[in-house]
């Protein structure tokens, strides 16, 4: 009974540290600080192709169009913030040009495995990849270092890769709606004890 008044003290814990941190929420001032014209916002536009937009965007919103492709991203090597939420793809173009990347939405889409263009990007702190019929997080992934917020909520993923040190320093990693083992659960609780973990 005490361990599990202990588990349940945590996941409350954890609970109020998400709600907190806000994790994958923008930070507001960075945000506010991003220049008006450098925002550009094409959410709900019924898009079926990337549209030429402003080559110093910084921040790009494509959430909820008819995306197949995002060719055209690439280009933009002054983003930091891509929302590719709610869209139909199951690749991404090649981004290692995107250096200055910091957070990436792709949110229930169709991607069978994590793009590993991911890999390129150096400055990469958030990828949100919930929502997608992904059944396996890459051991390159877990090397990566920098990384803060992790979502494969609500994917096929059922365990983690084994070596998770560089995982360490993350302040959110969601795993919610999986059908993750009791014993992979603790390990990974184990291995992640101050990361605040949604299983």
Do not use: H
């Not at 996941?11 to 001032?29: D, K, M, R």
């Amino acid at each position: 009974r005490e361990d599990m008044n202990n588990s349940i003290i945590r996941l409350f814990g954890y609970s109020i540290i998400l709600l907190l941190s806000g994790c994958f929420n923008e930070p507001e001032p960075a945000y506010k600080s991003v220049p008006a014209e450098n925002r550009v916002y094409l959410s709900d536009k019924g898009l079926k192709t990337v549209p030429a937009v402003n080559a110093k965007a910084d921040y790009l919103n494509l959430d909820r169009n008819q995306l197949e492709k995002a060719d055209g991203v690439e280009k933009l090597t002054e983003l930091k913030w891509l929302r590719l939420n709610d869209n139909k793809l199951a690749a991404l173009p090649d981004l290692k040009g995107l250096v200055n990347l910091r957070r990436i939405y792709l949110r229930n889409n169709k991607f069978a495995a994590v793009p590993e263009t991911l890999k390129e990007l150096p400055a990469i702190t958030d990828i949100d990849l919930s929502g997608n019929p992904i059944k396996e997080v890459p051991a390159w992934l877990a090397e990566k270092k920098g990384l803060k917020n992790l979502s494969f909520s609500r994917t096929q993923v059922s365990k983690l890769p084994e070596n998770l040190e560089q995982w360490k320093t993350l302040q959110c990693l969601q795993l919610g709606d999986l059908n993750i083992p009791a014993a992979e659960m603790a390990r990974i609780r184990s291995a992640l004890p101050n990361v605040a973990i949604v299983f």
